[in-house]
């Protein structure tokens, strides 16, 4: 049986305070992460080739990280801080978006979609701090590795973002976007929300797991929008 969202949907925007500003929401975490990650450009001073090889398994660390939160934390109850951020993504983020429906409405239909603001705060703190231990073995090396991982925190939000647009965007028919998209709108699908597609930048670490599932695009469902339906 499938599952209509409408009425989550529904009581979920009238749970919004009045005062949430999707425009402002988005903008600050992109100012901050911009801000953040220009800082660390910054104390790049002369970098030698070796240096810049740290981007790669940085990158290949945050992908491990990003697929070990989505999945441990994201799709399993936990206590403490975890059972907060399961609340929002399975709670509320997989049940304001299924398979059918993985368009967006609104702008106020952000809130379900970006990480909160204050998390862009948190996330720039601990790459400062990683800067600063690094700092004393490397400098370059210390400014690279942090300004890797946050770019890969503004990444997954901008991902993440345009998975959940209209087909016809513009940004939704670039040909990785929309690779990526087709991987996430499984990974809404009830029966493989907690056992595949975890990524949602590059499938790196699904690969290696064996967690990446794939489905022809023609397969995927029409979003009840294309059918005829009002928004």
């Not at 991902?159 to 209209?166: G, I, N, V, Y």
Request: aromatic share 16%.
């Amino acid at each position: 049986m499938s599952y209509d969202p409408q009425a989550f949907r529904e009581r979920y925007r009238a749970g919004i305070s009045a005062l949430y500003n999707p425009w402002l929401h988005g903008l600050f975490v992109f100012a901050w992460g911009i801000a953040s990650l220009t800082w660390f450009c910054g104390q790049l001073d002369q970098v030698r080739p070796w240096e810049w090889l740290v981007i790669l398994p940085t990158l290949v660390f945050f992908n491990w990280g990003e697929y070990t939160i989505h999945k441990s934390l994201g799709h399993h109850k936990t206590s403490g801080p975890g059972a907060l951020f399961y609340k929002r993504h399975t709670g509320d983020h997989h049940s304001f978006f299924v398979t059918e429906r993985m368009v967006y409405d609104q702008a106020r239909d952000w809130r379900v979609i970006l990480f909160p603001a204050w998390l862009i705060v948190i996330y720039s703190l601990a790459t400062l701090a990683a800067w600063w231990l690094l700092s004393f073995l490397n400098g370059n090396i210390a400014a690279l590795f942090s300004a890797t991982l946050l770019a890969g925190y503004l990444s997954y939000e901008v991902f993440h973002s345009c998975e959940h647009l209209a087909d016809d965007h513009p940004l939704a028919r670039l040909p990785w976007i929309r690779h990526m998209r087709q991987l996430h709108a499984l990974h809404h699908r009830r029966d493989l929300m907690q056992t595949h597609n975890f990524n949602l930048v590059f499938p790196l670490t699904d690969w290696l797991k064996g967690t990446l599932h794939w489905e022809p695009i023609a397969a995927r469902p029409q979003p009840l929008s294309q059918q005829g339906e009002s928004r």
